[in-house]
């Protein structure tokens, strides 16, 4: 049976880890690595618990540190862990810092690397996701692109071999969990929001927290709107508390701690419209068929913005404003993020190239 040892470490990849971890049952020995870059329950814990992923095999316990600090500990975490394992390949999801350890890890210790979301491109190496996409993509023997268009940047930069385009395992994710979420989500009625009367928003990008004039810009525009729910990321927490914008910020809009999975999807399912700088929560507005406004300037999610489900209009204020007041999607939305078998199609690989 092949040998796998996956690399997770924040609250996206706990959740494009559930769907690939069930269908890895019985066909490989998987064994989570987690990171601990996140750390609190609520952007960690509750994931394991409510998707049914299975325990970790170790978790390093890295947590928040400096990009060099937090990455450097990481490696050296991973590495030892792999020593022993010895697995036949390392898998890895998304672009964070835990993302490209694994994936540098593999690379040092020649230990194959497939790397799942592989291809996504925003062309701004500004973001630190940006780095770690590209390195891990270069480093790595499995790509799974979600797109076509995510093929075709890999191929831009001569990447050919062991490319695969599989679809979106975030529509994997969706398709198992939003039946599970309508039947036992209650965060409608206890945050006594009624369907399509409330618009959902998420902050939390380096770009719009690190830079105060972004921050204040984006607060400002929401703040302006009626009917704002925001479970609000801890960075975004701690940086709003220590720009004392936190108290007026609460007044305004309602700001609520992180949700798990199954919260988020009743939450986004029924929102009138979403404001986000998230990558998953992009796909999931287009999967769900909510009109997404995106608070930053470039997305790797291009198809969102071609179909017209969701427009860029960065951390800036009136761009905002206007975009919640006349933002429609006009075309319909196809299934460009693939039909929910991402999973099976990925474990698929993985057996037939290393072995059942
Ligand atoms: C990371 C990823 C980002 C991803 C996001 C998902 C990198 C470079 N960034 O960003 O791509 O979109 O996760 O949510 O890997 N914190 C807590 N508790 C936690 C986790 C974080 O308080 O459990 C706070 C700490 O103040 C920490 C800050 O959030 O310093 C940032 O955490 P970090 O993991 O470094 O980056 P994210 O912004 O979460
Ligand atoms: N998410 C969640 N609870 C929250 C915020 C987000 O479950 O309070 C989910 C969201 O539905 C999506 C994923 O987390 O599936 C996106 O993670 P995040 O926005 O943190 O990271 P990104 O996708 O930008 O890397």
Redesign the pocket.
């Known amino acids: 049976m092949v040998r796998i040892a996956t690399v997770v470490g ?3 990849q706990f ?1 494009k880890a559930a769907p690939l971890s069930r269908e890895l049952k019985g066909t490989a020995e998987e064994y989570i690595i987690h990171t601990g870059q996140h750390y609190d329950h ?1 952007m960690d814990g509750v ?1 394991f618990s409510e998707l049914d992923i299975p325990r970790p095999y170790v978790n390093l316990g890295i947590g928040s540190e400096s990009h060099g600090v937090q990455t450097a500990r990481m490696l050296e975490g991973i590495e030892k862990v792999v020593c022993d394992l010895r697995p036949d390949l390392i898998l890895v999801y ?3 810092n835990s993302t490209l350890a694994g994936a540098l890890v593999g690379a040092k210790r020649t230990i194959p690397v497939a790397h799942v979301e592989a291809g996504l491109r925003s062309f701004d190496r500004t973001m630190p ?1 940006e780095v770690n996409r590209v390195v891990t993509d270069h480093v790595s023997s499995l790509l799974f692109c979600p797109t076509n268009t995510a093929k075709h940047n890999l191929s831009q930069e001569g990447i050919e071999d062991g490319v695969h385009v599989t679809g979106d395992i ?1 529509v994997d ?1 969706l398709e198992m969990f939003l039946p599970v979420a309508r039947d036992t989500s209650s965060i409608l009625a206890s945050l006594d929001i009624a369907p399509k009367d409330y618009m959902l928003a ?1 902050v ?2 380096a770009g719009n927290t690190d830079s105060i004039s972004n921050l204040k810009a984006i607060f400002e525009a929401l703040t302006s709107c009626d009917n704002v729910v925001l ?1 609000c ?1 801890p960075r975004t927490e701690r940086i709003l508390k220590e720009h004392r914008m936190w108290d007026t910020v609460s007044s305004s809009i309602t700001l609520i701690p ?4 199954l ?3 009743v939450l ?1 399912e029924n929102a009138r419209l979403i404001l ?6 992009q796909k ?1 507005a287009y999967i769900l068929g909510v009109p997404c406004i995106t608070m930053r300037d470039t997305t790797e999610w291009t198809e969102t913005i071609d179909d017209g489900w969701n427009v860029l209009v960065g951390s800036d204020m009136n761009a905002i404003r206007d975009a919640v007041r006349m933002f429609k999607p006009t075309t319909k939305r196809s299934n460009v993020f693939g039909d929910g078998n991402t999973s099976k199609k990925i474990s698929d690989i993985i057996v037939h190239e290393y072995g059942g």
């Open positions: 924040a609250r996206p959740i609520g994931f998304g672009d964070t996701e975030m994710a998420t939390h990008r479970p990321h992180p949700v798990g999975y919260d988020m999807l986004e986000t700088d998230s990558g998953g929560m999931e």
